[in-house]
């Protein structure tokens, strides 16, 4: 693959989705014990900040197992993006 001189891929208009649910950080153990979390430690950062979005497992307090969806929006797109999630959850 020829990477020497090739140009970036665009970002405008661009969001970037990565399911790292299945790269098993819970199975990992430094010597403290089974993980609680693996993942991206803070939105917004790496190689394109404000245009990614990591996927990973995780266990809530009562045992249940899910897939924890960060969102890293600016601010005026998370303003609209939580209005719209809040209509989909309200309950009539």
């Known amino acids: 693959m020829v990477l020497t001189g090739r140009p970036l891929f665009t970002l405008t208009r661009t969001y970037i989705v990565s399911n790292l649910s299945h ?3 819970k199975s990992m153990d430094f010597g403290w014990g089974e993980a ?3 993942g991206p430690a803070k939105g ?3 190689p394109f900040p404000g245009v990614a979005n990591y996927f990973s497992r995780c266990t809530n307090d009562k045992g249940e197992e899910g897939t924890v969806v960060p969102i890293c929006l600016p601010k005026d797109a998370m303003q609209k993006f939580q209005l719209e ?3 989909l959850t ?3």
């Open 90 to 92: 309200t309950v009539l």
């Open 36 to 38: 609680v979390y693996g």
């Open 85 to 87: 999630i809040e209509a």
């Open 44 to 46: 917004g950062e790496g």
């Open 23 to 25: 790269a098993g950080f």
